[in-house]
C-alpha cells in the first residue's frame, strides 16, 4: 500500500480517521513498510495532542443537558475545537513525517489517507467498555455512548465532509491486518455514479432486552447474536454502502459520506434545500416475535427537538406490520378517558420505586393487522407489542425516544432500563386522544394511480409529517412505470418474492422480500417488474 501510493523522497502524510482501534498497528506497519525501502520515518501521534480531559468536557457539556444521563444536545463545534493549538510538524529533508489520528487532515501534510471503520464497530466496544471516545486519554477510559452518539459523531461525521475532496486514499480497517483500500479519486468516481443509481445499503440488526428473533429465523442476521431486535435497513448518520466487483472483498463506506458530496442528485433540489445534507428518511425493523414489547415512548416535538436537543426537525414516525401473530396489538395515542396526572404519577413510581402499572388505563392499543400502517407523528405514545414484526419508516432523527414506561426491563448489567419521564410529559401530545387517533392516525389505503394488475396507494399522509408512505400493489407481469420527479424515494419489499427495478438510463437491482433499496432524485424514469409469480407488495416513502 506504502509504496503504491506515496511519492519518492520527503513529504508529510496525514492518516485521518475516527477514534478508533488501530491505531497503533496502522503506525507501525507503515514505519515498517516506509522503512524497509530505506527512508527515515518520524512519526507525530496526534492523540497525544488533544485539549486536556477536563477541558474537552467542560467545552462539550450542554446545558441543560449537562446532568441528562442519557441524552446531550448535538454537538457543533468542529474537529479543531479538541485542539488547544495545532502542533507545526518538524521537517527534516528527505524524511518521512506520519502524522496519525483524529484530525490529522488539520495538519499542514502533503498526502492525506482516510482510515474509517464503521460506526457499529464503536458503538459496539464502547458497549463493551473497551472503547474510548474523541480526545479521551486511555487512563480516563472506558468511553460512553452519551458521548459518542451526541458529540463525538457528529464532530467526526462533519469533519470528513470538509476533508473528502481531497483524500487521496480511502482505507476499510474492518479488517485491522488486512486493510482494503481506494484511491481517492476512484472513490469520489464511484460516489459521483452511485448517486445516480438505485443502490441499497448494508442492514445492521443490534440485540436489546427486548428483541425477537424474526430477523435471526427469516433473514440469517445476528445468528451469534441473543437476538435480531432493531434491524438498520437504511439510516444516514450510520449506514454503510458496500463498494466492489460481486465475489471480491468489498469495501465500506459512509452513506452519509454520499449524501453529503452529492445532495442535490440523491435528495433533489427541493428537498435539499430544505434539510441541507440530511437524508431525512429512514427504514428499520422492529422485532419483537419471540421478544417483549416495546417501551410505550414519544419523540419531541418540534420546537422541543430544535430548542433542547439541536436537531432542525423531529422524529416523526410509522408502523407498517410486516408479521404479527394472532391478537397482537400496537400502542397509539391516549384513552378518551385519560388523566395525564394519573399517568404522570404512575410512570414516576415505577421509575423510582418500580412500581409496575397498566399502560392499557392510560394509552390506547389496536390490533396489530397484517399490512396495516401506524402513524405517530411527534409527541404520540406508542409503542409495538410483543409478537410483531414493524417496518418503521420514519424521520431519521433516531436518538431521542422518550420513554413513559420499560415494562421495569432490567439491563444487562442488571440495572432497570433507563425511562425519561420529564422529556417525555413535557412532550406528550395530549390532542392525540380518544377517536380521533383512529380517524387520524389508522388511515385506510386511498389508490391514487393504478393500471393493468397493479396499483399505487397512499396508506399514510398528514399534514405535519413532511414524508408520505405509499404501498404498491403489483398482481400481474405487467411492469409498474414510475418517476422520482427530483425527489429520492426508498422502497422496500413487504411481501412476495421481490422486484427488478430497471431506470431509464439502463441500470438493474433485484430486491427481494425485506430488503430496501434507495433510488436517488437523480434516477428519473424507472420501472418495477414483479419477481415470482406470487402478489408483490411494495412500501414506498418520499417527502412530498
Known amino acids: 500500500m506504502a509504496a503504491a501510493t506515496l511519492p519518492p523522497g520527503g513529504f508529510v502524510l496525514a492518516v485521518d480517521g475516527p477514534a478508533v482501534a488501530g491505531w497503533d498497528h496502522m503506525g507501525a506497519a507503515l514505519s515498517q513498510a516506509l522503512e524497509a525501502q530505506d527512508r527515515e520515518v518520524i512519526l507525530l501521534d496526534l492523540r497525544a495532542q488533544f485539549m486536556p480531559w477536563e477541558k474537552v468536557l ?29 502542533p507545526v510538524p518538524p521537517k527534516q529533508p528527505g524524511s518521512v513525517l506520519i502524522v496519525l489520528g483524529p484530525g490529522a487532515a488539520l495538519v499542514e501534510h502533503d498526502v492525506l489517507w482516510y482510515a474509517d471503520l464503521p460506526k457499529r464497530y464503536a458503538e459496539a466496544a464502547v458497549t463493551a467498555g473497551q472503547g474510548l471516545n474523541l480526545a479521551q486519554p486511555a487512563d480516563r477510559g472506558p468511553g460512553t455512548t ?67 428473533n424474526w430477523g435471526q429465523k427469516t433473514l440469517g442476521h445476528n445468528r451469534d447474536q441473543p437476538n435480531s431486535a432493531l434491524g438498520y435497513e437504511l439510516i444516514a448518520p450510520e449506514s454503510g454502502v458496500l463498494i466492489g466487483e460481486r465475489g471480491d472483498q468489498p469495501l465500506e463506506v459512509p452513506f452519509q459520506m ?60 410509522t408502523y407498517y406490520v410486516m408479521v404479527t401473530e394472532p391478537q397482537r396489538r400496537i400502542y397509539l395515542g391516549l384513552r378518551a378517558d385519560t388523566d395525564i396526572d394519573k399517568f404522570q404519577h404512575d410512570a414516576h413510581r415505577a421509575h423510582h420505586h418500580g412500581r409496575p402499572f397498566s399502560m392499557d388505563d392510560h394509552v390506547q392499543s389496536f390490533p396489530a393487522d397484517p399490512h396495516q400502517l401506524f402513524l405517530i407523528p411527534a409527541g404520540t405514545p ?84 413532511f414524508f408520505d408512505v405509499r404501498r404498491i400493489v403489483v398482481e400481474t407481469e405487467d411492469p409498474v412505470d414510475d418517476d422520482t420527479a427530483g425527489r429520492f424515494h426508498v422502497i422496500n419489499v413487504v411481501e412476495g418474492d421481490g422486484v427488478l427495478v430497471e431506470t431509464a438510463a439502463g441500470d438493474r ?20 417488474h414483479r419477481l415470482g409469480t406470487a402478489p408483490v407488495r411494495i412500501v414506498k416513502a418520499l417527502v412530498r
Request: charged content about 25%; aromatic content about 10%; glycine content about 8%.
Open 58 to 86: 467542560a467545552a462539550t457539556a450542554c446545558d441543560p443537558l449537562a446532568e441528562d444521563p442519557d441524552f446531550a444536545a448535538l454537538e457543533t463545534r468542529s474537529m479543531g475545537d479538541f485542539f488547544d493549538e495545532m
Open 146 to 212: 452519551r458521548r459518542l452518539f451526541y458529540i463525538d459523531w457528529p464532530v467526526l461525521d462533519r469533519h470528513r465532509e470538509a476533508i473528502a475532496g481531497d483524500i487521496d486514499l480511502w482505507i476499510d480497517t474492518q479488517v485491522p491486518d488486512r486493510p482494503r483500500w481506494l484511491n481517492g479519486n476512484a472513490l469520489r468516481r464511484t460516489l459521483s455514479g452511485l448517486s445516480e443509481r438505485p443502490f441499497r445499503t448494508r442492514p445492521t440488526f443490534n440485540s436489546t432486552p427486548w428483541g425477537g
Open 258 to 317: 454520499l449524501v453529503a458530496q452529492h445532495p442535490e442528485q440523491v435528495m433533489g433540489e427541493q428537498v435539499h434545500a430544505v434539510f441541507g445534507t440530511s437524508f431525512p428518511i429512514r427504514f428499520d425493523y422492529l422485532d419483537t416475535l419471540g421478544g417483549g414489547a416495546l417501551s410505550v415512548h414519544c419523540h419531541p416535538q418540534s420546537d422541543y427537538m430544535k430548542e433542547v436537543f439541536g436537531w432542525p426537525y423531529t422524529q416523526h414516525e
Open 382 to 465: 406508542h409503542g409495538s407489542g410483543e409478537g410483531n414484526v414493524v417496518l418503521e419508516v420514519s424521520a431519521t432523527p433516531y436518538l431521542y425516544s422518550l420513554r413513559f414506561y420499560d415494562w421495569l426491563r432490567r439491563s444487562k448489567d442488571g440495572t432497570q432500563r433507563p425511562v425519561h419521564v420529564e422529556h417525555a410529559f413535557k412532550n406528550l401530545d395530549t390532542s392525540r386522544a380518544g377517536t380521533q387517533v383512529a380517524r387520524d392516525l389508522v388511515q385506510q389505503p386511498r389508490t391514487m394511480r393504478h393500471g393493468n394488475g397493479w396499483r399505487e396507494e397512499v396508506i399514510g399522509s398528514l399534514p405535519e409529517m
Open 509 to 528: 437491482h433485484a430486491l427481494s422480500y425485506a430488503e430496501t433499496l434507495t433510488i436517488p432524485a437523480a434516477v428519473g424514469p424507472y420501472t418495477l
